[in-house]
C-alpha cells in the first residue's frame, strides 16, 4: 500500500495534518530513529551491563512500545531522547528479570546440592 504524504512547511516546522499523515510521521520518524541512531543506542545499553542478548531485546521492546505510544511524544524535537529514556527503562527491566532468574537458578542449585 503506497500513501503519498502531503506536507506543509511554516517556519522550519512541519505540519503533518490528517490521521493518514499522522501515521506516515510515526513511520518516518521511527523509521530514521533505526537508521541513525539504532546502533549508538545499542552500544549505550551494553554499556549500561546488558547483555547484548538483553540489549537486542530492549530495543526490539523499546520499538514496539514507542509505536504503541507514539502520540505521547510531546516534540518531534525530542523524539531520540524520548525514545532512549524508553530503550532504557526497557534494558533494566531486562536486567532486573535476568538477575531474579539468576538467583532463583543459584538457590535450586544449592538445594540440589544439598
Known sequence: MNYVLKVNYNEDRIDWGGEKNQFMKREILLESLYRDHAEWIY????????TPEGAEDAMQNAYIIAY?????????DAYVSWFLQIAIRTAYRIMKKNRRARLISMEIREEEEE
Open 43 to 50: 552500544k549505550k545499553l551494553v554499556k549500561m551491563g546488558c
Open 68 to 76: 504503541e505510544k507514539f502520540d505521547q511524544l510531546r516534540s518531534e
